[in-house]
C-alpha cells in the first residue's frame, strides 16, 4: 500500500517536511476558488509528483485533498470526524472548508451540453491544422481549443463571427445553386470514403485467412490491423461528418436565414457551413484574455470555385 502523500508512514504519524508546502499551497488555492485540475497543473509545473513519481491529475488532487488524515483527523462509519491526536498539516477548519467546496460544486446544477458547430473537423488550428476541439475555460464557457493548446477561442465569439460571414454568403444570388452543387460534390467523397472502408474489412479478412494459412507473420497480422483500425476510424468520422454537410436544411427563404441560424442546432450550422466552406482556421490572439476576434486571426476557405480562396477576418 502506497504512503499517504505528505507523510513519511502509512499511519500519518510522521510528516514528510518536503511535502508540506505543496499540500498547504494545494489547499490555499483550492479555499480561494481554484479548480483542481489547475492545481494539478501548478503542481506539475513547480516539479511536485505524487508518491509513485507520477504527475498529478485532478482526480488525485481531489483524493489528496479528501483525505482527513492531512488535517489530523479520521472519518467514522457514520461519516462524523474526530482529532486523531496525530501530525497535522491543515487545519480542521481548513479540511471543512475543502469538503464544504467539494458538496457545493456536487449539488450544484449540472450545465447543458453546449451545442457545438463547428467540430468534426471543419475548424483547425492555424499552426498545425489540427481539428479545434470542445472545450470549457475556466470559468466554464464553452469554448475551441487546439491540441497543441496554443489556439483557443470562445465558442459564442468564433461562431457568431463566422455566422455573419455565412450568412452574408447565403444572401447573395446563384447561392442556393451553390450549395447544391456542393452537396453533390460531397456525396461522391463521401461514397468514396464508404468503398474504402468496405475495401479495408474485406482485406482485413483476406489477412487474417492468410494468419491462418501461415502466409504471413504475427507481427505483419497485427501491424496491419493497427494500420486498417486508424484510417477506417478515421474514414469513419469524415463520413459522419460529409453525410451531415449533405443533409443540411435547404433554406430556399434567404430573409429568413438569419432567424434560422439563431435557433438552429450545432449540426445544422456545421452542415450549412460545411456546404460553403471547407475549413475555417483559427489562429493564437496576439495577447492572453482578449476577447475579440483581432483581423486575420480567423481564415474562412470558401468552397465556391469563383470566390477568393480564403477570407482572412
Avoid at 186 to 202: C, F, N
Wanted: aromatic fraction near 6%; proline fraction near 5%; hydrophobic fraction near 35%.
Amino acid at each position: 500500500m502506497p504512503r499517504q502523500y505528505g507523510f513519511d508512514d502509512n499511519d500519518g504519524t510522521r510528516l514528510r517536511e518536503s511535502e508540506i508546502p505543496p499540500v498547504r499551497q494545494a489547499v490555499s488555492r483550492r479555499i480561494a476558488g481554484t479548480n483542481k485540475a489547475d492545481i494539478a497543473k501548478w503542481m506539475n509545473a513547480q516539479g511536485y509528483r505524487g508518491t509513485r513519481g507520477a504527475e498529478w491529475v485532478s482526480m488525485t488532487v481531489g483524493r489528496l485533498l479528501r483525505t482527513p488524515a492531512i488535517a489530523g483527523l479520521e472519518e467514522g462509519p457514520d461519516g462524523e470526524l474526530t482529532e486523531t491526536g496525530k501530525p497535522a498539516i491543515i487545519t480542521p477548519e481548513e479540511f471543512l472548508a475543502l469538503r464544504a467546496l467539494d458538496e457545493k460544486e456536487a449539488s450544484a446544477p449540472k450545465q447543458d451540453a453546449y451545442d457545438y458547430a463547428f467540430t468534426g473537423g471543419l475548424g483547425v488550428c492555424g499552426l498545425d491544422q489540427d481539428p479545434l476541439t470542445a472545450a470549457r475555460s475556466n470559468s466554464d464557457a464553452p469554448g475551441y481549443r487546439s491540441t497543441c493548446g496554443k489556439v483557443r477561442i470562445d465558442a459564442e465569439l468564433l461562431e457568431s463571427h463566422v455566422g455573419e460571414y455565412v450568412l452574408a454568403e447565403l444572401l447573395l444570388p446563384g447561392t442556393q445553386a451553390a450549395l447544391e452543387a456542393a452537396r453533390q460534390e460531397l456525396a461522391v467523397e463521401a461514397d468514396a470514403a464508404k468503398a474504402r472502408i468496405k475495401e479495408l474489412k474485406a482485406a482485413a479478412g483476406q489477412l487474417a485467412s492468410d494468419y491462418l494459412d501461415k502466409k504471413v507473420s504475427r507481427a505483419t497480422l497485427h501491424e496491419v490491423e493497427r494500420q486498417t483500425k486508424a484510417e477506417t476510424k478515421k474514414l469513419q468520422a469524415r463520413v459522419r461528418f460529409l453525410e451531415q454537410a449533405i443533409a443540411a436544411p435547404r433554406i430556399d427563404d434567404v430573409d429568413k436565414a438569419i432567424s434560422w441560424w439563431e435557433d438552429a442546432p450545432g449540426k445544422s450550422k456545421r452542415g450549412i457551413t460545411s456546404l460553403l466552406l471547407t475549413k475555417i482556421e483559427v489562429f493564437p490572439a496576439s495577447a492572453k484574455g482578449i476577447r475579440t476576434v483581432e483581423p486575420g486571426r480567423v481564415v474562412l476557405h470558401w468552397r465556391s470555385k469563383g470566390k477568393q480562396s480564403s477570407t482572412a477576418c
